[in-house]
């Protein structure tokens, strides 16, 4: 069965799904984008990557292409139409897309009236990892290069593209960004932790200079709800060559240990008891009962 992508109000076969030339973000990178992971056909976290997505529109000043119960749907449908949801109960990940539409290229926005272009694409994905010894990651760190409203999921990921490629080349899963200070910000596309020398667990707050990340939201709440301390409190690079642990999260990362950093053992180079916390409190979440807004929760019509 060939994929099905749904571009601006029509179902179509993912190789025939084509946007026009001068959409804006094509030719401006003028737009936004989420992406919501499937365990076994159920959403999770979406109601927050919805939420998510309606800041991002509003900081950039676009109108939603279409109201939420309607967009609820299409997620449901493109999920349904790929095979991912009941009956077939699959894990895997639907990406959508909203740019400030296609019109005459200028860099000033266009005439008011202009219609936002929504693609929603899907995919399978492996299965939701068993334990996190078989879960892991090294990083690289690199300097911050990307621009000044990383909040904004933007499709402007040009510099996380460049992170990210380092990282492969030096044989690393993660690029690990810091700023000009020397401050950890996030990861090329994953939220940053660690558990300092002192043994306590941190996170750096938020602030225009990194992406609020949904994983990261609903690990909070997790973190909260079982009692587990937390400090949201910046950490330099030095603090994290020194951290017992590391790890990162994100919508298809969940919670990552890093064992390596810079080539370097993260404190014995093995998963460390935090960690093996967390992804257990994490995977608990993404298991267990529905967290999905009403149009996107199993059997909701």
Not at 29 to 43: C, I, P
Not at 60 to 81: F, Q, S
Not at 159 to 169: I, S
Not at 206 to 229: D, F, Q
Request: hydrophobic letters at 45%.
């Amino acid at each position: 069965m060939s994929r099905i992508a749904y571009v601006n109000g029509r179902y179509v076969p993912h190789l025939r799904a084509l946007v026009h030339v001068e959409d804006r973000g094509y030719q401006f990178a003028d737009g936004v984008y989420e992406v919501v992971h499937l365990h076994r056909g159920r959403f999770v976290d979406c109601d927050l990557h919805l939420d998510r997505l309606d800041r991002s529109l509003g900081e950039l000043r676009i109108a939603a292409p279409i109201g939420r119960a309607a967009l609820a749907t299409v997620l449901r449908e493109v999920a349904a139409r790929n095979r991912l949801a009941a009956p077939f109960g699959r894990d895997g990940m639907v990406y959508l897309q909203v740019t400030r539409g296609v019109s005459r290229r200028d860099h000033a926005f266009p005439k008011p009236g202009t219609r936002p272009a929504l693609v929603v694409t899907a995919r399978r994905l492996p299965p939701f990892p068993t334990a996190p010894d078989g879960w892991t990651a090294t990083a690289i760190t690199l300097p911050d290069q990307r621009w000044a409203r990383c909040d904004i999921k933007s499709v402007a990921l040009l510099p996380n593209v460049l992170a990210r490629q380092a990282a492969r080349e030096r044989g690393a899963t993660e690029a690990i960004l810091f700023d000009g200070s020397g401050m950890i910000t996030e990861g090329a596309s994953t939220s940053v932790w660690m558990v300092d020398e002192g043994g306590v667990l941190r996170t750096r707050p938020l602030s225009h200079a990194i992406l609020p990340g949904c994983t990261r939201a609903a690990l909070l709440a997790e973190l909260a709800g079982h009692g587990v301390a937390v400090e949201e409190r910046a950490f330099s690079l030095d603090e994290l060559r020194k951290a017992r642990e590391v790890f990162i999260t994100a919508a298809t990362t969940f919670v990552k240990p890093v064992l390596a950093l810079d080539g370097q053992p993260v404190g014995g180079g093995t998963v460390g008891p935090v960690g093996r916390r967390l992804f257990a409190l994490f995977a608990r979440r993404v298991q267990g009962g529905d967290n999905g807004p009403p149009g996107l929760r199993p059997g909701a019509s």
